[in-house]
């Protein structure tokens, strides 16, 4: 999702001379067709989140906190959006060639009109930038919404948004820049990240880690039934996320060409082994497949197929989903439980997990003599490297980032609600309504 | 009068209604309780975290009927309910002191 604003000069330049002067003042070429399966992808998106992502972690939570869930997911996603065409456009697209940031140039969408153009993977094709905006806006409306899984139930509200806004604004912007801008530095050193594996989910991941470690665990954990409240809800909502995944990982493609249904094929190829791993290994161990599992392991295999899907091929993606599965279902099952702390929706043991595993098998299955893209030059072990580099950065940067924002917002406003006011639920005591009455 | 409560597997529910209204029962009061007997619970796992439920949803039977029906319908309820496995329910027989129709004012056994 490369971003290179196009100068008419510029661009000229690089096209092949022409026999006929008319030809030769070409102008770039917007294509109605990408266009249009652009505005599909963002609208794809923005259902992953509301209500998929919603409707997901609504489902897993207890019944008397469905609706914070939904709140929280619904206005840090409202919230986000006007962030981004504010400020955060900007400091991530903005134009400035430092490696960190996007600098000022665009506040407020500043000369942005409806003329204006962006590049595309393509030399000579461009969408309009308005649309590149709104589709990175869908992406920075949902990337905060997944961080709140690992303490729900406990929060306070007020204190979710302002986490939200300090997050995105110093680790999401920054590690989006750094990723997808071509000035940004892991752009520049060739780490391959097709459609946010490290940006979105090892970001939101860690910063989920740092979020549960922080807050603590909730009143009675270990004692009491925290069993999900609606599996039906869960998997309507993680089937949900399938169905707008295609809007992040293929519309990340930008134009509507054979690439985009590389990405495609692999967003469901990868996603079906990783369903099919994660119920395998259950019923193996347990003698019974849940529901649950079926829907962990789907986004467990999206996780992870999202940095890899514009460059393995499907018989890659087939193994790169299962091993994700098989990984992520170790680590929510066993590791979490070893290590007693309360992600209570294991945002950090399938997003950040999955998302790790999907970055550095990226750098494997991306190889040509394994079915991925890449050609005979292709060197797996220091793009691995690369790879991995990525990783560690963003795992640091957003963990220093998640853990001082912690603690400004608890010096602040406060992290937590009290016991009491816990053991009623949020939905009464944040909201003054209930999900479901009778 | 006797009362019969009785507490029985939900899914049983029909079957014994049926039986019941065959042998001459003409009211019944029903509700969904949870509760725990011999039968403890079970356990559910949820991405590796146990939780044990400790009460089991049961129907709850509240039946009343002449003295001289009672045994019948105790019988009817045990056969039917009968699967032969723990948690089939347990039923109890308690003197009933007065009954009343609203509509009527009719008073015991005229009233059932």
Known sequence: ?438 | MKMIIAAIKPYKLDEVRAALTAIGVRGMMVSEIKGFGTQSGHTEIYRGAEYAVNFVPKMRLEIVVADGLAETVVDTITQTARTGRIGDGKIFVMDVEKALRVRTGEIDDDAL
Not at chain 1, 181 to 192: E, T, V
Request: charged fraction near 10%.
């Open chain 1, 1 to 438: 999702m490369k971003k290179l604003m196009l100068s008419t000069a510029g661009l000229l330049g690089a096209l092949p001379a022409m026999a006929q002067e008319v030809l030769a003042e070409a102008a770039p070429v917007m294509d109605k067709g990408d266009v249009s399966w652009m505005m599909i992808s963002c609208v794809l998106v923005l259902f992953m989140t509301l209500p998929g992502l919603a409707l997901f972690y609504g489902g897993l939570v207890r019944s008397k906190n469905m609706l914070s869930i939904l709140m929280q997911t619904t206005i840090i996603a409202c919230l986000m959006m006007v962030a981004w065409v504010v400020y955060g456009y900007s400091v991530t697209f903005g134009g400035s060639t430092s490696p960190l940031w996007g600098g000022t140039a665009k506040l407020f969408l500043a000369g942005v009109t409806a003329d204006s153009m962006a590049a595309t993977f393509s030399a000579g094709y461009v969408i309009p930038e308005y649309l590149f905006i709104v589709f990175q806006m869908t992406f920075a409306a949902i990337t905060p919404a997944l961080i709140i899984g690992a303490f729900a139930e406990r929060v306070k509200f007020s204190a979710v948004l302002l986490f939200s806004l300090i997050w995105a604004t110093f680790s999401y912007f920054p590690i989006a820049h750094m990723v997808w801008d071509a000035n940004g530095y892991l752009f520049a050193k060739g780490a391959i990240d097709f459609a946010g594996g490290t940006v979105v989910h090892i970001n939101a991941g860690i910063a989920a880690l740092v979020g549960c470690l922080v807050i603590g665990k909730r009143v009675g954990h270990g004692r009491e039934n925290m069993a999900p409240h609606s599996m039906v809800m869960t998997m309507i909502g993680a089937s949900m996320l399938w169905v707008g995944w295609f809007g992040f990982n293929v519309g990340s493609n930008l134009e509507a060409n054979g690439g985009a249904t590389l990405a495609m094929i692999n967003t469901f190829i990868a996603t079906a082994a990783a369903t099919l791993a994660w119920s395998a290994l259950e019923g193996l161990q347990r003698g019974k497949a849940s529901m649950l599992g079926a829907a962990s392991g789907m986004v467990a295999g999206l996780v992870a197929i999202t940095p890899a899907c514009g460059t393995v091929g499907p018989m890659g993606a087939i193994v790169l989903g299962a091993i994700a599965a098989l990984v992520c279902y170790v680590f929510v099952t066993v590791v979490k439980n070893k290590l007693k702390y309360d992600d209570s929706l294991d945002v950090f043991g399938i997003h950040g997990v999955g998302g790790i595993i999907g970055a550095v098998l990226t750098g494997v299955f991306s190889a040509g003599s394994l079915g991925g893209v890449k050609g005979d030059d292709y060197a797996m072990g220091a793009q691995m490297w690369i790879q991995i580099e990525g990783v560690l950065i963003t795992i640091v940067w957003s963990g220093v980032v998640s853990f001082i924002a912690y603690k400004l917002v608890d010096m602040t406003i406060g992290l937590r609600v009290d016991t009491d006011t816990e053991r009623q639920g949020l939905d009464l005591t944040s909201h003054g309504e209930q999900a479901y009455h009778g």
